[in-house]
Structure formats: C-alpha cells, structure tokens
C-alpha cells in the first residue's frame, strides 16, 4: 500500500473506532476486533467487493445471518476451480472498479485545476516544500525559465545566484512584478 492508502485505512479505521468507544476513550483495544470485522465484511466504496471476499473467496459468516441447515460438501477438486473461477471473476471486477474511481478522481482534481503553460522568460518562484517549517520562507526566486523540456518539466535559472536546475510545474508559481 501507498502512504495515501495507509493514511486513508487509518482514518477511516480511527473514525469508527471513535463511534465505539466515544464514552470512555481508554478501552479502544476492547473493540478493535470488531471493528476489523466490519471493516473487512463490508463493501468498499472503491472496489465494489468486500475485502473478505477477496480474501478468502467467502462471505464472511455473520452472527446476524444464520447458516443454511443442509450443508452440501463438494469434491475438493471442484471446489478448487470454483474457489479460482470466483477469485479471478473478484480480483477482475475490483481492479475495473479502482481503474474508474481512479479516472473519476483524476477528473475531479483537473475540474479545477489550472495548468500555465510558461514561455523562456518568463518569471517565476519556486515553492519550498521539504524540510519547511511553518515560519520559513514559502517560495525562492525569482527564477527565469529556460526552456520547456516536457508538459510538466522545466529548466529554470536563479535571476540572482544564476544557478540552474529542473523543476516540476506543481513546483512553480509564477511571479508577478509589483512596479
């Protein structure tokens, strides 16, 4: 999983732990298990499926639901091929799924989403985003671009230091003379 994935489980995870132990927050360990049940048993948003599902080509068994009285057992070799004709028919489904989230998303963010084309010459600075504390500078510059090497990619060169180096276009602001 990706840093945004983890970071989406655990809020999510957080959040409904918090609706479990609301009234007394020093017990939270009391209701992780059912928490994880949930979140395991329940259809995700994304996918489509259920996470146990996928998991263990199963629905997962429910206190709420009661089990079928007959139980009819297959031939492991049939169950087998059910087993994997099911897990491929999942696993397919919840990749097409992600596929159009992810494309809903990406249209979602470019809605509004401006993306300047600059010109060699023109000015811009540079935003400041590793090691930043909150009373640090934001941005550098001004910086002149030197060229365009892709879509997103430029060279661009320091007005004062003329030092020179590529830069991402999230990475630039562009610079407006206040004279």
Known sequence: MSN??????NSTFCDQLKKYCHHNLT??????????????????STTQCIPYELAFNRRP??????TPTAIKLMKP????????????FALR??????????IA??????????????????????????NRTKFDVRFDGPFVIINRINQVK?????????YRQYEHLNNLIPFYDRD
Request: aromatic share 16%; net charge positive; no cysteine.
């Open 77 to 88: 070799h049939d169950y087998w091929e059910k087993a994997n004709r099911f897990k491929s």
């Open 27 to 44: 017990e939270w360990d009391n209701y992780l298990s059912a928490v994880v049940w949930a979140y395991n048993s329940t259809v995700h």
């Open 105 to 130: 998303s990406k249209e979602r963010y470019d809605q509004g989403r401006r993306h300047p084309i600059y010109k060699a010459g023109d000015f811009v600075w540079l935003k400041h985003s590793i």
């Open 4 to 9: 945004g994935q983890v970071e989406r489980f």
């Open 93 to 102: 489904s919840a990749r097409i799924n992600i596929q159009q989230q992810q």
């Open 61 to 66: 068994l429910s206190p709420f639901v009661p």
């Open 154 to 162: 430029y060279l661009i060169e320091h007005t004062e230091l003329g």
